[in-house]
């Protein structure tokens, strides 16, 4: 089976309102965790990142949270608006070097509700 | 603020032709990438590129694949004889260090 995957395939949300995405993965050995948004017809657009020696991490509106426990990782997007209706998808990396390819999860696709 | 940059938008092809998808990196990235996604589908890695050298591939990236750095700024994906499932979106990303991976557009390769 794939090592990263997504609990919800569709989330919709009132503007305004909070939403989170979550993401589980199978390697304990991942160590590099992502997020990214994208658009229809657009490429993936990075949002956050965190290391697995962090458990929490915010950017802008954004919120990345790792459970190492249970091998669960979320993305909290605040006070949601009609721009961040997009597919988002968490992605890992399982190697060590710089050059390493991105394992992605199957996606979610946010709708948010005027 | 900088980009990848790919062209074209949308190739068209028939069954066992040659076609090169061509990318522009992010000015001063070290790292490469090729990426695909089927229509609906995840995002799936296909190989990545440090200093004029593949440095990782996945099972998709067979000998029908080939990436080239022929230029200081071009990054290419040549596909030697194109099969119907290869269909596909194609993104290149580059990175500057480890990791952070900025996509570009993609193309739309369609295979009749």
């Known amino acids: 089976g794939e090592s990263v995957g997504l609990h919800l395939p569709t989330l919709s949300v009132q503007e305004g309102d909070n939403s989170i995405i979550n993401c589980a993965y199978s390697?304990?050995?991942?160590?590099?965790f992502i997020w990214y948004k994208q658009e229809s017809g657009k490429g993936p657009q990075f949002i956050i990142d965190?290391?697995?020696?962090?458990d929490k991490r915010q950017g802008q509106r954004v919120t990345v949270l790792l459970n190492k426990t249970v091998k669960h990782l979320s993305l909290q997007i605040a006070a949601t608006q009609p721009g961040d209706s997009a597919v988002y998808f968490c992605?890992?990396?399982?190697?060590?070097?710089?050059?390493?390819?991105?394992?992605f999860g199957k996606g979610t696709h946010l709708i948010i509700q005027p | 603020e900088p980009e990848v940059t790919q062209t074209p938008s949308h190739q068209v092809t028939q069954m066992g032709q040659e076609v090169i998808l061509r990318c522009v990196p992010i000015s001063n990235h070290l790292y490469f990438y090729w990426y695909r996604q089927i229509l609906g589908q995840k995002v799936e890695f296909l190989v990545s590129?440090?200093?004029?050298?593949?440095?990782?591939k996945s099972e998709i990236f067979d000998d029908q694949f080939s990436v080239e750095r022929p230029d200081g700024s071009n990054f290419t994906l040549k596909i030697r004889s194109t099969k119907l499932e290869d269909s596909a979106m194609y993104f290149c990303a580059s990175s500057a260090r480890y990791n952070e991976q900025f996509f570009g557009p993609g193309t739309r390769l369609t295979v009749l």
């Open positions: 992605a890992e990396n399982l190697g060590g070097g710089g050059a390493d390819g991105l394992t």
């Open positions: 390697n304990s050995a991942s160590d590099y």
């Open positions: 590129f440090y200093n004029n050298e593949i440095s990782e």
């Open positions: 965190i290391r697995s020696n962090m």
